[in-house]
């Protein structure tokens, strides 16, 4: 098991002239289960982003580390896996297609056993050749899932992990997570409380509104 962290340093967040949040300080570590919570429009998901490195804060930083190795930017890919609303898979592909354009995109060779297995666990396999455009949307989540673990991430990122999911779907997630969870750092962004509850600690982001 790897030893990877992610440390917030004073990260600050603003938009035109309202103050998402300010100065979070915070540090995660792999092994646990955190929860990022708040209501609606309260910043989740851009926290989010900014710990996957698609946004900038204003000020302050985010480090990942492997051990005592510190992870560039743009190697970041190589080590997260996620599934958020804002995830875009390619409707004009099958789901097979879709996960070895990615497997490419990673510089990563393909590990096709692996993903047989995903697309089973998640009850897929008769429908990986299909074109996604064809997919529900709990087929689309499911398929997300797939992709953020298809490189087997030291971290996973799930931000609303259970959205447009059935009961056997939301099921097989939190199986997924209390699994992958006591040895992988796992994130969970929702204000759900059946996904919370799954978290041992929880960054509430309602907690880092003060004025600057």
Same mark, same amino acid.
């Given at each position: ?5 992610v440390?917030?340093n ?6 035109? $002239? ?7 300080n915070?540090?995660? =570590? #792999? ?7 708040? +209501?609606?429009g309260?910043g989740?998901?851009?926290? *989010? $982003? ?8 204003? $000020? ?5 580390? /492997?051990?005592s #190795?510190s992870? %560039? +930017?743009? !190697?970041l *890919?190589? +080590?997260?896996?996620?599934? !958020?609303?804002?995830?875009? &898979? =390619?409707?004009?592909?099958? !789901?097979?297609?879709?996960? /070895? ?10 590990? @096709? ?5 995903? @697309?089973?666990?998640?009850?897929l396999?008769k $429908? ?10 709990g087929m689309?989540?499911r398929?997300?899932?797939i992709? !953020? ?15 447009n ?7 097989e ?7 992958l ?8 962004a929702?204000?759900?409380d059946?996904? &919370? ?10 907690d880092? %509104?003060?004025k600057?």
């Amino acid at each position: 098991m790897t030893n990877y962290s992610v440390e917030l340093n004073s990260v600050t967040q603003i938009f035109g $002239r309202r103050l998402i949040f300010n100065n979070i300080n915070y540090k995660f =570590y #792999n092994g646990n289960t955190y929860g990022i919570s708040g +209501h609606n429009g309260s910043g989740k998901s851009t926290l *989010s $982003r900014i710990i996957l490195g698609l946004v900038s804060p204003v $000020r302050g930083k985010v480090i990942h580390k /492997s051990g005592s #190795n510190s992870i %560039k +930017h743009d !190697a970041l *890919s190589n +080590h997260i896996g996620f599934v !958020a609303p804002y995830l875009t &898979l =390619y409707n004009e592909f099958t !789901a097979q297609e879709n996960i /070895s354009f990615f497997f490419k995109v990673r510089g990563l060779g393909p590990d @096709f056993d692996y993903t047989d297995t995903l @697309f089973e666990v998640f009850g897929l396999s008769k $429908r990986k050749n299909d074109y996604l455009k064809t997919y529900s949307s709990g087929m689309l989540q499911r398929v997300k899932y797939i992709f !953020a673990l298809q490189h087997k991430p030291e971290v996973l990122l799930l931000d609303e992990p259970t959205s447009n999911l059935d009961n056997k779907g939301k099921d097989e997630v939190y199986k997924l997570i209390n699994e992958l969870g006591k040895e992988r750092l796992i994130l969970v962004a929702s204000n759900e409380d059946t996904d &919370l509850n799954l978290c041992s600690n929880i960054l509430n982001v309602e907690d880092y %509104k003060d004025k600057q």
